[in-house]
């Protein structure tokens, strides 16, 4: 790292874009996938920027300006932002879950949980985020460092004790989790999926095996052994390993005895309850969530009777019965070919008594492709009627194209704009 400039000035804040800069602002420069923050380091002095954080230097300094020269950009970030926050992930209680399909389940599943103990808690999420019992729109599952650190330092101030959040791989590659001290990492499963990002299969599993290679000694790693990654993701952690699994000898066992529309029969660590969750999945969700509460030091029964009564996350399973109980809609946020097999083979499971298996489905635009005609084959070998819809085609339409289709435009939104 090399500084130049008077270092004894007031920051105001940090700036990772330039569109957004305050007066008295440090900008931090950052290769992106579509452009390079350093290109506006210019535009960011012009608006107010005091400061500078970048790789490489502008061949032209501005003596009134402090330059900080990094060799990576994105885990400056992280730093910054977690000093400039006065390192608030230290202050609370926090844990982090990784994997394709459960974060935003077992996360949610842990709020819930943590808040019905009695205690303050923070939640980071693709749904919502909540600060104590404030709830704050999420934009990100994982938002950037600035972002990330500024909501977890809300949470310091409001009271929380205990911050449950949700990795993405995408956060772990672009370093916004850089700095943060987890107690707690959870390994929910891997599977095809986000590879428009990371290319390939092995490469997603390098990048999310990452979260657990930098989790320090005094962390728990909790993984799911039933999933044919879950010892390879723990096996150069300096954490303590703990594993849970529904098939085999592991620290958190568990055993479903009935699984029905009514909710999983399990036996947990010898213990039998009654959940109100749904799905084998969710059976590896509650191991997930429970776990992580043993890690913590908190009472088996005392976790295991408040789990029983959560409901979990919205959008997750959800379910609406006809007043006739001749229909039942199941609303769920499946993406991945795996979450959808998951789900409709459950529901499959739990048909008894029902004729039809009507699923509705379609997969975002301008993401990943690969697995759409995946998804689909998933959808037509377990349902009686298949109905595709469009979904979200998220994407930047010329406007020629728009004309000659006439196409009029939709409300613009951030993930929705046809320009
Ligand atoms: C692919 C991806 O993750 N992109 C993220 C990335 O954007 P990027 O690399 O394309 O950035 P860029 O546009 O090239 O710009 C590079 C830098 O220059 C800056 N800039 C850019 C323009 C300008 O005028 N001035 C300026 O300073 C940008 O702020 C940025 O710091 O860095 C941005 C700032 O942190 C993120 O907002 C952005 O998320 C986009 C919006 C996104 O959709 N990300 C998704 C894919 C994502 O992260 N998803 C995961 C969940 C995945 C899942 O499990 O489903 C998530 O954690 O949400
Ligand atoms: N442990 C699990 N294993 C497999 N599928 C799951 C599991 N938990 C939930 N699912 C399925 O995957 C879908 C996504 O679940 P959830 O939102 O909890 O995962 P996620 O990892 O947060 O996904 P995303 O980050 O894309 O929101 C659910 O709607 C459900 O169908």
Redesign the pocket.
């Known amino acids: 790292m090399s500084v130049s400039g008077n270092t004894d000035i007031d920051i105001t804040g940090i700036c990772?874009?330039?569109?957004n800069i305050q007066p008295g602002n440090i900008f931090i420069a950052?290769?992106?996938?579509?452009?390079?923050?350093h290109q506006?380091i210019e535009k960011a002095i012009t608006d107010g920027a005091i400061a500078i954080v970048c790789e490489i230097l502008p061949e032209i300094k501005k003596p009134e300006i402090v330059y900080i020269q990094v060799s990576n950009g994105a885990v400056a970030a992280g730093i910054t932002a977690h000093n400039f926050y006065g390192n608030p992930s230290s202050k609370v209680k926090l844990l982090g879950v990784t994997g394709t399909n459960g974060k935003t389940t077992v996360a949610t599943l842990l709020y819930q949980l943590f808040s019905n103990l009695g205690y303050k808690c923070g939640l980071l999420s693709t749904v919502q985020n909540h600060i104590g019992s404030q709830v704050v729109p999420a934009t990100?599952?994982?938002p950037?460092a600035v972002q990330l650190n500024q909501l977890l330092k809300l949470m310091v101030d409001e009271g929380c004790s205990h911050v449950f959040m949700e990795v993405?791989s995408?956060?772990i590659n672009?370093q916004r989790i850089a700095g943060l001290e987890f107690e707690v990492g959870i390994f929910t499963n891997i599977s095809h999926d986000?590879l428009d990002?990371h290319k390939t299969f092995d490469e997603y599993i390098r990048v999310k095996k990452l979260f657990f290679d930098t989790l320090p000694k005094k962390a728990y790693a909790i993984t799911n052994i039933d999933d044919r990654r879950g010892v390879v993701m723990v096996q150069n952690t300096n954490a303590t390993v703990k594993t849970y699994s529904l098939k085999t000898v592991s620290d958190f066992k568990g055993k479903i005895l009935d699984n029905g529309i009514m909710g999983l029969h399990m036996v947990v660590d010898e213990q039998e309850v009654h959940f109100r969750l749904i799905g084998e999945f969710n059976a590896h969700n509650l191991l997930a969530a429970y776990g992580a509460a043993i890690c913590l030091g908190h009472d088996k029964y005392e976790v295991l009777q408040t789990l029983s009564v959560l409901n979990g996350a919205e959008g997750r399973f959800e379910y609406v019965i006809s007043p006739s109980e001749k229909i039942i809609a199941i609303i769920d946020y499946a993406h991945t070919p795996d979450a959808l097999l998951n789900v409709l083979a459950t529901i499959r499971k739990l048909k008894k008594g029902f004729e039809q298996v009507i699923t509705i489905a379609g997969c975002g635009g301008n993401r990943d492709k690969t697995k759409r005609p995946v998804m689909a084959e998933v959808a037509c070998e377990q349902s009686d009627k298949v109905i595709f819809t469009s979904d979200n085609p998220a994407l930047k339409m010329p406007v020629k194209l728009l004309k000659k289709w006439k196409l009029a435009c939709p409300r613009p939104q951030e993930e929705n704009v046809y320009q």
Do not use: P, V
Not at 16 to 19: A, G, Q, T, V
């Open positions: 990772i874009d330039s569109r950052l290769k992106g996938s579509a452009t390079d923050g506006f990100h599952t994982t950037d993405s995408h956060a672009q986000h990002y």
